[in-house]
């Protein structure tokens, strides 16, 4: 059984930074992409950042310049800088491998002053 553990939300000022990371344990025979998406209350969930088996890493339009994925074996990790209040949002971790998806239990991001 795969697993996904999210870490790093919290409470942060306008401007302010923040890292999430993601772990994924048990059997993981090959990994297409490793990606973060958010919901925010009352929408729907969208593609933040992903980064694939090779290291090319896309981005939303509106978290370019201010966000970073990067991954490291099957830790993926999301650093969040100039965050504004648009980017509140329950943030999650995906781990595509072409077969299904897996999904972390999500982790809060208010930014707020």
């Known amino acids: 059984q795969v697993q996904l553990v999210e870490s790093g939300g919290g409470l942060v000022q306008p401007g302010g930074s923040l890292r999430l990371s993601c772990a994924a344990s048990?059997?993981?025979?090959?990994?297409?992409?490793m990606n973060w998406y958010r919901q925010a209350p009352g929408k729907q969930r969208e593609l933040v950042a992903g980064i694939t088996s090779s290291g090319a890493t896309n981005y939303a339009e509106s978290v370019k310049g201010r966000f970073t994925i990067s991954r490291d074996n099957a830790k993926v990790f999301l650093q969040m800088n100039s965050l504004v209040p648009e980017d509140t949002a329950v943030y999650y971790c995906?781990?595509?491998?072409?077969?299904?998806?897996?999904w972390g239990q999500g982790t809060q991001v208010t930014v707020s002053s």
């Open positions: 995906n781990l595509d491998v072409y077969i299904r998806n897996y």
């Open positions: 048990g059997i993981i025979v090959s990994i297409n992409s």
